[in-house]
């Protein structure tokens, strides 16, 4: 039996966080913990005079412990008074992934309010613990994205967002592979909603930038297509085990890793270049991605990544091993023929 839990109530638009009180009284919502950092605090300004509230930065007042185990892997400490109602995540991936986790081990309601359209997280059941750890939270109560902060954000912060959705190409690629020869679950519908994501952004790369509201929606169906399926399989495949590997090699080498969806797109460019490799045929398209990355100037290779080529030919290589999901890494001798595949696909 499998629980499809989606948010209630999602409003995009300009001036759409103004429909946070409307929101609330709706989904009879009170007492809020705000969670925003310090570059998006005008934002979480905006909501404590419409619904009052607690506000909490999670980068100065949380202590995060990341273990394996979920049930003890976020500590958060600090937070004065314990009877909120709800949690409201303001900002980027990592704060909303913050608010998202304190919000499912308080079983509380979650409302996300992203900053920026910079992954897929921000209406997803799945929250990053950092070291190239997932895990499984609630999807949002209501999501709320208003159109005139997200176009104002950093464009490095919506290329990566780009990166992000165009990755679902290849995640899918990948869930086809593991259902064909480890006779995984598949979700057509799960899988076609993620496609489709990926088809729009790529097929309107010149126009995210005059209209993020495509990719917006976009970064929204891809979390509504993880929900569905039960997984994040829909979305995340090889392209993300290979940016989960740079972030543990960052950590071991003490490198400053790229964005998540960054690093996701240069990993979407390998990941199609290898099924195109498989199938004998153009299923990848990783060319077509290539340029289509290069339109929302997102990183295309190691050196506009900002990272070392040898920490990219070592994180192809870990990346089969970051966690046990079948994909098109599996195919392929990556200890051996990492840094020629990297060569061949003009990575490195």
Request: with cysteine.
């Amino acid at each position: 039996m499998k629980k499809i839990e989606l948010p209630r109530k999602v409003i995009v638009g300009e001036g759409a966080i103004y429909e946070i009180k409307n929101v609330c009284d709706e989904l009879n919502l009170k007492s809020p913990l705000i969670f925003s950092g310090n570059f998006t605090k005008k934002f979480a300004d905006i909501i404590q005079g419409e619904i009052g509230g607690e506000f909490v930065n999670p980068d100065e007042e949380i202590h995060l412990t990341i273990v394996r185990r979920f049930s003890k892997s976020v500590d958060f400490e600090n937070i004065k008074n314990q009877n909120f109602g709800f949690v409201c995540g303001i900002g980027g991936g990592s704060t909303i992934d913050k608010a998202k986790i304190y919000a499912f081990n308080n079983k509380l309601p979650f409302i996300s309010i992203p900053t920026a359209a910079s992954h897929d997280g921000i209406a997803s059941p799945y929250a990053s613990i950092g070291g190239g750890v997932s895990v499984k939270t609630n999807s949002p109560l209501a999501v709320i994205a208003d159109i005139r902060i997200i176009s104002n954000a950093p464009k490095n912060l919506t290329a990566s967002g780009f990166g992000d959705a165009i990755s679902n190409f290849t995640a899918v690629l990948d869930w086809k592979l593991a259902r064909d020869e480890k006779n995984e679950y598949f979700g057509d519908y799960a899988a076609s909603l993620s496609n489709m994501s990926a088809e729009i952004v790529m097929q309107n790369s010149k126009k995210i930038f005059s209209d993020i509201s495509i990719l917006v929606e976009a970064l929204l169906s891809s979390s509504v297509a993880m929900a569905i399926a039960g997984s994040s399989r829909p979305s995340s495949g090889s392209e993300h085990l290979f940016s989960h590997a740079l972030d543990v090699l960052s950590e071991k080498y003490k490198f400053k890793h790229a964005l998540h969806g960054e690093q996701c797109g240069v990993g979407t460019i390998i990941s199609a270049y290898l099924h195109e490799i498989y199938s004998h045929k153009n299923e990848g398209g990783w060319k077509e991605i290539k340029e289509a990355l290069k339109d929302v100037e997102a990183p295309t290779n190691a050196k506009e990544l900002g990272i070392d080529k040898e920490y990219i030919i070592e994180a192809l290589k870990f990346a089969p091993k970051v966690r046990d999901r079948y994909t098109i890494f599996n195919k392929f001798n990556l200890e051996k023929d990492a840094e020629k595949i990297l060569g061949e696909c003009k990575v490195i």
